[in-house]
């Protein structure tokens, strides 16, 4: 993290002395592959260095691919997989309806809200807990409630990812957890991250850089959003972190430059947040 911070510091994002967050900024709309022309962008565009193995850069309008890297070369996911979670549950659900916790959540590791067994949310306070501080238990809680079992809820994720035209993506759990098995790639991300930017609750949601959510009995959970961009820069717009021992550090950002929205996957990168900060000086540059 200090060096992520200290990235950020050296390409002029953060400023000095950070005392008090930016204004909360409403997440603009999202239509993706409308009859637009191209940026016009990609023959100024050159691909800046990188620690990223995989990426590529869409441009949210005309769909049209500006950059990549092993855009189809399959690659662990941590906890970019939270998307297709989120996904199943906004086409299938109500923010509004309550979520029992299941027993399960007590056992989950890695990142978590420390969820109790019996306790009780709303859907939308949980994609709140799923999507911003990336908590496991949330994921587990969140699919079972919606599929009965974990196994039937990775089911629906493998058969959203056929529909969705998703060929190089499979997954074995609904967090993000390693298996060698959980896998996707940068253009199959891209476009299941399009299909979830459709639904206005998760943009405003990945939009959020704090949240507070509270359980049925009152029980008081404070966050921060994982992602560190989403801090310090007001043309990024989300959407989620990922990191695991296999997968590295991974990314996907939605960003705004001169009027256009792009999104930005990177996979396996050793420095996510200043790769991120290349690519959108690349843009940056080409787009004047």
Not at 38 to 47: K, V
Not at 75 to 83: D, E, F, N, V
Request: glycine letters at 6%.
């Amino acid at each position: 993290m200090f060096a992520a911070l200290t990235s950020l510091l050296l390409l002029g994002i953060v400023p000095p002395t950070a005392a008090s967050p930016l204004p909360v900024r409403a997440l603009p709309g999202v239509e993706l592959v409308s009859i637009a022309p191209p940026t016009r962008l990609q023959a100024r565009l050159t691909m800046p260095k990188l620690s990223a193995s995989g990426m590529i850069l869409l441009d949210m309008k005309s769909g049209e691919v500006l950059l990549a890297r092993n855009p189809d070369e399959r690659r662990p996911i941590a906890s970019l997989t939270k998307i297709m979670t989120a996904l199943l549950i906004l086409e299938n659900h109500s923010p509004k309806e309550f979520v029992t916790v299941p027993p399960i959540a007590e056992s989950i590791h890695g990142s978590t809200l420390g969820l109790l067994p019996g306790q009780r949310f709303t859907v939308g306070a949980l994609l709140k807990g799923l999507l911003l501080p990336s908590a496991n238990d949330v994921a587990y809680t969140l699919a079972i409630f919606h599929a009965r079992s974990v196994g039937a809820f990775v089911q629906e994720m493998n058969e959203r990812a056929q529909t969705l035209g998703l060929k190089n993506t499979h997954f074995t759990n609904p967090a993000g957890l390693d298996n060698e098995q959980q896998y996707s790639t940068p253009r199959d991300l891209a476009w299941l991250t399009a299909a979830a930017l459709k639904h206005p609750d998760f943009r405003a949601i990945v939009g959020m850089r704090t949240a507070t959510i509270f359980s049925e009995d009152g029980k008081v959970y404070d966050f921060r959003n994982t992602n560190e961009l989403l801090h310090y820069n007001q043309n990024v717009f989300g959407v989620k972190t990922g990191t695991t021992d296999a997968a590295k550090e991974c990314l996907v950002i939605l960003f705004s430059s001169h009027g256009r929205l792009y999104l930005l996957v990177l996979l396996k990168s050793h420095d996510r947040y200043t790769d991120s900060l290349y690519v959108l000086q690349a843009v940056d540059a080409a787009a004047q």
